[in-house]
Nanobody, 120 residues
Framework: QVQLVESGGGLVQPGGSLRLSCAAS????????MAWYRQTPGKQRELVAR????????NYADFVKGRFTISRDNAKNTVYLQMNSLKPEDTAVYYC?????????????WGQGTQVTVSS
């Protein structure tokens, strides 16, 4: 079955950068449009960035546009999120999953996520 393992989070100062990774297994990774999501306590999980199977098209939420970049390596079954110019409001747990907007839903399975904390 689908397994997703996120990593790369941590504590960073405002204006700093982090690169998140999500290693996927249990499915034909290259066939799936993937996305990154984030969640803060008491809020619904929100879509941050989405990427096609081939990596030819990426879309971003307005609140990260110009600062975050999603990419993927199909040979490694991994999707990445490069986060630059981080702001305190980017603090959240970040998850990957399939593209909810493309498929109409996510997989039921979610990984443990990776905590990103932006604070001075």
């Amino acid at each position: 079955q689908v397994q997703l393992v996120e990593s790369g989070g941590g504590l960073v100062q405002p204006g700093g950068s982090l690169r998140l990774s999500c290693a996927a297994s249990g499915m034909s990774f290259s066939l799936w449009h993937m996305a990154w999501y984030r969640q803060t306590p008491g809020k619904q999980r929100e879509l941050v960035a989405r990427f096609t199977t081939s990596g030819g098209s990426a879309n971003y939420a307005d609140f990260v546009k110009g600062r975050f970049t999603i990419s993927r390596d199909n040979a490694k079954n991994t999707v990445y999120l490069q986060m630059n110019s981080l702001k305190p409001e980017d603090t959240a747990v970040y998850y990957c999953n399939r593209d909810r907007d493309w498929y109409g839903s996510t997989w039921d399975y979610w990984g443990q996520g990776t905590q990103v904390t932006v604070s001075s």
